[in-house]
């Protein structure tokens, strides 16, 4: 079974930020941030690329709502809104979730870095791109 899973069902206990029918959003229960907090739909789905249109906006949604809402109670500085998706991404459990993930400094526990690359010919990316 899912963990994720028996979270939404209340198997397991967790910290709720937010619950409707469609969506659970929970704290993280390892804190990156001071505010970490997990958007996931309560409809098993492995990831973005796998889920259904309805379950990927339900959360997007909330997700939008709760940054909001996280940035000014948290007096943070920037948030990160991110998923997973697969084990070369860094998802580490099989069930759609996004990351609002509360900025207060560059000295906060997280690192995100975009390094350059060999330059690309984009013609040929943007074939491979469309198929």
Do not use: W
């Not at 899912?2 to 069902?9: L, P, T, V």
């Not at 959360?59 to 940054?67: E, N, Q």
């Amino acid at each position: 079974m899912c963990i994720f899973c028996d979270i939404i069902d209340h198997k397991i206990p967790s910290a709720v930020v937010y619950e409707d029918e469609k969506v659970l959003a929970i704290l993280d229960i390892s804190q990156v941030t001071y505010g970490h907090t997990l958007v996931m739909p309560k409809k098993h789905v492995r990831n973005i690329i796998e889920a259904d249109e309805e379950s990927v906006l339900a959360c997007v949604s909330v997700a939008k709502k709760l940054a909001a809402q996280i940035v000014k109670n948290t007096k943070a500085n920037g948030v990160n809104v991110l998923t997973n998706c697969g084990e070369a991404a860094g998802q580490s459990v099989d069930h759609l979730h996004f990351h609002i993930i509360p900025r207060y400094d560059e000295n906060d526990a997280i690192e995100l870095k975009f390094n350059e690359s060999p330059k690309q010919d984009l013609a040929e990316v943007l074939k491979t791109v469309k198929g």
